[in-house]
């Protein structure tokens, strides 16, 4: 429907009607307005599968929903760093939704990895915002080809659980943009979400959904935005106000309370009834939008998605160590040990929670091979080593020729609502970890886990695996990874510390009562690992093959250029080995000088190539301003200063292959604002300015250096002057040393400068 008709559907509504529809008719519904025909619209929870429910309803999968797909959770998918894996993903969930009727899934989930304590991790992809948002973006692009919406959530900075309805995230201006803001701004320009869901938590002393700020200047009136803003689950508690800020949408049904309250402020005129009308035209543009597009024919065949689970799966398992011992072979006699190849941990807990139709574990997957024994090794129900169970796995690893160990989080460790205390994993798997490696020498740990756990045995095994959460067919793809039948290709789009207090956000995560200070500013993740120079278990990036890749012939289009222009990199990948293989190759950027605090480098674009053996590509890259920039709190924008940058091609962000440096000249002049406490040095960074100082105090700051030294010697000049080398002496100085010169001296000098930038 044209936006010209919406908007003549809603002059046709009552105030009632309007006000209605600004909240769910239940759980999970839009309002319907049967005389106009209008119809009610569902929306669904995932994004890594359908959790439609239709009874019973709740938000955090207490009960159960239809069954279905479930697919690698996004911890797993943003390791693939394959965008257009993941956009067939989404191609898969948006037919499922088609044939399900569902108009809008509840993702992809974009918050930051701040912590790896957040109970939410293994839903939320990455420590890095551009690969958070180049997946979501893929995602998105996915369902929304199926003419179904996606809810990029939860918007933000919501990057814990503990106190999540009433924490007050405390994030400066530029960290919010360079990392929080960032995750959601790449996927809402360029992919265009049909909604967004806003969070429960407050961002510096606003809630989420009263932040007019955020969701309507910074998401509709910088980024774009179109459709329309729902709230999460209950995260509404001003429902005027949020409107007023620009939440279109409450869910769920506020049981008609927030109408009546919506509507009464419009008759007081407390509320303009354009506002409404407004959010009205936001949420049906949306619900016509899917409803004129309804696919009539598509059918959700659960037995072929989950062979495309299967295939995502396969590149979300990250190889994070092999000392020679991986692929196994299957002739050699293999002892699977842990519960999770007969249980695998595939998905963590609360709103995503999908009800799947089937599971492959690995022992079903290995079924037909002979030589694959199996102990149990722990049972997680008892948090505690079971002393047998233990001993037999001990016995099985040992007259065994390998031993892979299914281990990681348990499930109860992992789920929305709560964050995990520690980096731990329980001490009877870390227990049969060093037992199991004491007595088979080819061990190989593989994990199933949403987020970074503590490995205090990684020196003691010869491999691990991170399968992550892989979605209900994770069984069969760990098995094609560990006997060579795929080749690994996943990068942990996350760092692995050696331990918990190595983490940036470890000082102030959870923050005291209510208020959370991201005191680590832009310091997230290798940000901080990479300027610290810190050991790390993993970094950033990392994830090794069984083929072997060389770099050759880093190219970029010029060595000099402005900031606004664009700069095309390309540099040339080889397979060296004899296995066929993907390869993510990285590009990350790096200031060489700025007199701001930056990362060392970041991340700033991305590919995944598939080479045969021998074969060789080239991988093309095009970056713009962006790529080389800050956010400057100055100008309330991206700033790149003029200098030189060097252009990183690696394979992790430890292992930096090739380089190219490029000098960028800014066409932007940051605005200079002079007091009487600006520094002389920094005066002399303008030499009209300097030349005005020097002609108006010319007994204290004399022209050329002789009659500076001379003068430095003179009475004139103390010795503290002297000292602070006239660089740090701010122009007020002349006041306190010389006493010949007065306050509103120098505030006219001042004036004067300033009247320079005009
Ligand atoms: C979660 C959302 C979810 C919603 C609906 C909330 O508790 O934070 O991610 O989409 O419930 O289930």
Redesign the pocket.
């Known amino acids: 429907m044209t936006a010209d008709k919406i908007k003549k559907l809603v002059a046709k509504m009552t105030l009632e009607e309007k006000a209605a529809m600004c909240s769910g008719a239940d759980f999970w519904h839009t309002e319907a307005v049967e005389r106009l025909g209008i119809p009610a619209s569902m929306v669904s ?1 995932g994004p890594h599968g359908l959790r439609k429910q239709d009874q019973e309803a709740d ?2 999968g207490v009960n159960d929903s239809i069954k279905a797909v479930c697919f690698p959770a996004g911890c797993g998918t943003a390791a693939s760093f394959n965008r257009e894996l993941i956009t067939e993903m989404g191609e898969t969930l948006g037919n499922e939704c088609q044939a399900e009727g569902i108009s809008v899934v ?2 992809p ?1 974009v918050n930051i990895k701040r912590s790896p304590l957040c109970g939410r991790n293994f839903e939320y992809y990455s420590e890095d915002p551009l690969v958070a948002s180049e997946m979501a973006c893929a995602l998105i692009k996915g369902v929304q080809s199926k003419n179904v919406g996606t ?1 990029i ?2 918007f933000l900075a919501n990057n814990q659980e503990t106190r999540r309805l009433s924490s007050d995230s405390r994030v400066d201006e530029r960290t919010l943009h360079e990392i929080y803001l960032a995750a959601f701004e790449g996927a809402v320009k360029k992919a265009k979400p049909w909604t967004v ?1 806003c969070s ?1 938590n407050k961002i510096n002393g606003t809630y989420a959904a009263q932040n007019r700020k955020y969701l309507t200047e910074t998401l509709r009136e910088q980024w774009g935005f179109e459709g329309y803003v729902m709230s ?3 995260a509404v508690n001003n429902r005027v106000e949020d409107l007023k800020a620009g939440l279109d949408l409450e ?1 769920p049904s506020s049981l008609g309370t927030n109408d009546k309250l919506i509507a009464g402020a419009v008759l007081s005129g407390e509320l303009d009834e354009s506002v409404l009308d407004e959010a009205v035209e936001h949420i049906l543009n949306i619900v016509f939008r899917y409803e004129e597009h309804r696919d009539t024919k598509a059918v959700f065949d659960k037995e072929k998605d989950h062979e495309t689970a299967r295939r995502i799966a396969e590149e979300t398992i990250v190889l994070l160590k092999n000392d020679g011992v991986l692929p196994l072979s299957d002739g050699q006699k293999t002892a699977f040990i842990g519960q999770y190849a007969e249980y695998p941990r595939y998905q963590g807990g ?3 929670h999908i009800n799947s139709f089937k599971v492959t574990s690995a022992l079903e997957a290995a079924a037909d091979m002979p030589n694959v024994v199996y102990a149990r090794g722990f049972d997680d129900t008892k948090d505690c080593t079971d002393e047998k169970l233990l001993a037999e796995a001990v016995e099985t690893a040992r007259s065994a020729q390998a031993a892979v160990i299914f281990a990681g989080l348990p499930e109860r460790y992992e789920s ?1 609502g709560f964050d995990r205390p520690n980096m731990a994993m329980p001490a009877y798997q870390n227990e049969l970890i060093e037992k199991i490696a004491a007595v088979q020498p080819n061990t190989v740990v593989v994990l199933h886990n949403g987020s970074p756990v503590e490995m205090p045995w990684a020196d003691k095994v010869k491999g691990i695996v991170e399968a992550y959460l892989g979605g209900q067919a994770v069984g069969a793809a760990v098995c094609d990874i560990l006997f060579g039948r795929v080749n690994p290709s996943a990068k942990l789009p996350e760092t692995f510390p050696i331990k918990l207090e190595d983490n940036p956000s470890y000082l102030s995560y959870l923050g005291e009562g209510d208020v959370v200070e991201y005191r680590e500013g832009i310091f997230v993740g290798y940000r901080y690992y990479d300027k610290k120079q810190m050991d790390v278990r993993f970094p950033f990036g990392h994830g090794l093959s069984y083929t072997t890749f060389e770099y050759s012939d880093l190219t970029v289009d010029k060595e000099q250029m402005k900031d606004t222009d664009t700069l095309r990199v390309s540099v040339k990948v080889t397979n060296t080995g004899s296995m066929t293989g993907k390869e993510v190759v990285q590009l990350y950027v790096a200031d060489k000088e700025s007199t701001v605090i930056r990362p060392v480098k970041e991340l700033r674009d991305f590919a995944k190539i598939e080479l045969r053996p021998g074969e060789t590509k080239t991988v093309a890259f095009t970056l713009d301003k962006r790529a080389f920039a800050y956010y400057s709190v100055k100008i309330h924008d991206w700033h790149v200063e003029t200098g030189d940058f060097d252009i990183l091609i690696g394979r992790s962000s430890r292992d930096i292959v090739l380089t190219k440096t490029v000098k960028i000249e800014s066409t932007v002049k940051l605005p200079v604002v002079y007091t009487t406490d600006t520094t002389l040095g920094d005066v002399r960074k303008d030499p009209r300015a300097w030349k005005i100082v020097q002609d108006a105090l010319p007994k204290y700051f004399h022209k050329d250096e002789k009659e500076e030294k001379s003068a430095a010697e003179s009475e004139a000049f103390t010795e503290e002057m002297n000292a602070a080398s006239m660089e740090f002496t701010p122009l007020r100085a002349p006041v306190s040393f010389g006493g010949e010169v007065s306050m509103a001296d120098i505030q006219a000098i001042v004036d004067k400068l300033n009247a320079l930038e005009e």
Request: a negative charge.
């Open positions: 929870d938000h955090l509840l993702g989930a809810s959530k939860h869901m429960y999460d689950w209950g869910m609360g709103s995503s929305e």
